[in-house]
């Protein structure tokens, strides 16, 4: 079983940047394929960016592109998301997402193969 904790939300100006932490407890993520997901209210869940295992390929979505950086660092058993640039848009709850499984690269940005989520921590971009 894997526990997966989120961190590092709040509320930010237009402009500005913040880091989510994604805490695991239960197994090691170094062997997983991870994602940041976010949902807006009264909107479906949609995906933001994924590190796939084996190796550590990169994934983003075209909305967050050359903003937003994913990674992963082992020893803390941890991924993160550093958002720059943030937008009135981004606002929402961001959920940390694991599988297990192998996936193809168009497989990263699919919700449905992800078993693993945390709680989700709320993200605001608000003047």
């Known amino acids: 079983q894997v526990q997966l904790v989120e961190s590092g939300g709040g509320l930010v100006q237009p402009g500005g940047s913040l880091r989510l932490s994604c805490t695991a407890s239960?197994?090691?993520?170094?062997?997983?394929?991870m994602a940041w997901f976010r949902q807006a209210p009264g909107k479906d869940r949609e995906y933001v960016a994924g590190?796939?295992?084996?190796?550590?390929?990169?994934y983003y979505a075209d909305s967050v592109k050359g903003r937003f950086t994913i990674s992963r660092d082992t020893a803390k058993n941890t991924v993160y998301l550093q958002m720059n640039s943030l937008k009135p848009e981004d606002t929402g709850v961001y959920y940390c997402?694991?599988?297990?499984?192998?996936?193809?690269?168009?497989?990263?940005?699919?919700?449905?193969?992800?078993?693993?989520w945390g709680q989700g921590t709320q993200v605001t971009v608000s003047s």
């Open positions: 997402a694991a599988t297990f499984r192998r996936l193809i690269t168009s497989q990263v940005r699919d919700i449905t193969e992800f078993n693993y």
């Open positions: 239960g197994r090691t993520l170094s062997t997983f394929t």
């Open positions: 590190i796939r295992y084996p190796g550590a390929s990169t």
